[in-house]
């Protein structure tokens, strides 16, 4: 359908007592608005408050109960969040990357959180056009009516120039910043709120996720910064033929509108299409990954969303990357850390690897990190032991969020987007080739990281440092020696055990002692109310049934205890203490 300049409705001149009344309704749906997401937040609240309440279960609460009853409401979260839009759709996409601050099965689900939402009209999409390009929209010969696809913030027309160039036009939906800064205004309120919270709030900065999501938010709907996005992105690979960007077309884009090349693609995830256009999936999945690791180790800068509907399959087997308004960037102390605890990882050395967590200020110092250590290694031993699974990135990524949820240290946002980032690729390679693994394809493209800290200089000075810290304490030895018999012989020496094992036994005992105390209690009060019922005036026995329901909560309390603690007894390694 060609592109009409002209004959676009106009709307009449509005009126002081128009723009007063139209301020109006724009308030009250203001109020409205705000109103429909404090009732979100009241029900997720109150939600919440069940699910963890033990006599909310019928028949006793059990582990898997409250996972499933966990998985339902992360469910609704999801839904709920595509209801109010926008705003909020971003705001689960990004909550989705902080393992950090939810659950690994509310990540999961907001993981999946897709914002395909209905196409705006066409006569609105060449309005905005004709607004943000002003005399530039000439350039534009023909554009089709239906879009390639519609999202929350934008969606997507094809279009040709008069150059004869095949480009795309990515649209904003109108109005979109009024709502995303009062929807945002809400968020901050929301935060603070729970940052009060006795239970909620601690150890979790909901203020500081608040305007961090604030800023990103923003800037996700300034589309100049995509433009620079794509061209950084394209850059990378101007000289790879396997590997296509879209190119930017400056003079057609601004703040609410971008103008890319059009570069049509086979979806990569449609296996039986790319058979039949004579393309290997497998060289498809094995193209994809090294160009990944090439954006992780080579250039720093990487793709932060690669789900399938961000990437196609050209003709001739290339490989094409769509949308770039999520981007990731691994700084360069952020790359040197990542060497080193690659290194450590590589050697399966847990304690080494905690050590650079803690150097990198991702673990609190001052901590008890035997727990955090025996974790590390269940990890690596699991995840890292050739052969290596199909699945090790999807694997490690839920580990690493099992570790972080509810611990006294944060991964930084960079390293998280990073797991994220793999995992999501890691499916899409298998979806193309059953036996792929990222970790085998990734073995060349290690050995940089792991010495992009400084080369080989680095390795020697370091080698020579750790040479120096053994021999002066290899020195140091006899006169440590000599002290601690002197120390000794006076009676001066203090020796102390820690006995985590002990401890622990002992917690497990005393709340055994309890949990049969209860028992007893519960029998006793049981056997009264049998005995009063029985009895001249069964009224009397509603004094011991109502005394026994505190002892009872109390009771499946300290249940749920135990299970907990036994369920962390069972994971490998735990018997063998801190190291």
Known sequence: MAHRRNGLPQGPQGSPAGGWLQELLLGLRGVGRSLRIWRSVLQLLLGLWWDSADWTYPGGVTPERRERRQRRRARWLTAELLGLGSAFIKLGQLLSARPDVLPAGWVEELAHLQDRVPAFSFAVAQQLLEQELGERVAEIIDIEEQPLGAASLAQVHRASLRSGRQVVFKIQRPGLERIFRLDLEVMQQVAAVLQRHPRWGVGRDWVGIAQECRRVLLRELDFRLEAEHAARFRQQFLDDAGIRIPAVVW??????????????????????????????????????????????????????????????????????????????????????????????????????????????????????????????????????????????????????????????????????????????????????????????????YLLPLMTSSGGTSDLINQLGRQAAEVGSRALGIPRRLEESLARIEQGDLQVQIRAGETDRLLRRLALSQQSSGQSVLLGALAVSAALLAASSNPVLSAIPLAAGVPVGLGWLRLQARLQRDGRLEKLPGAEGGGN
């Open 251 to 444: 003079e057609l884009s601004s703040r609410r509108v971008l103008c890319l090349d059009y570069l049509p693609g086979i979806k990569i995830t449609d296996r039986p299409a790319l058979v039949a256009a004579g393309i290997d999936p497998a060289a498809v999945a094995e193209k994809g990954a090294a160009s990944y690791l090439q954006q992780l180790v080579r250039f720093g800068f990487f793709h932060a969303d690669p789900h399938p509907g961000n990437l196609a399959v050209a003709a001739d087997g290339a490989l094409i990357y769509y949308d770039f308004g999520m981007m990731g960037q691994i700084s360069q102390r952020l790359r040197s850390r990542l060497g080193r605890m690659v290194t450590a990882a590589a050697a399966r050395d847990a304690s080494a690897l905690v050590a650079e967590l803690q150097a990198a200020g991702v673990i609190a110092t001052g901590i008890d990190v035997g727990p955090v250590r025996r974790l590390v290694r269940v990890m690596l031993t699991d995840a890292l032991t050739p052969p290596f699974s199909a699945n090790v990135i999807e694997k490690l990524s839920g580990d690493l969020y099992d570790l972080v949820y509810g611990q006294p240290f944060r991964l930084p946002s960079e390293l998280i987007f990073v797991m994220r980032a793999l995992s999501t690729f890691e499916g899409v390679g298998r979806s193309l080739d059953p036996g792929f693994s990222l970790v085998a394809i990734a073995r060349p």
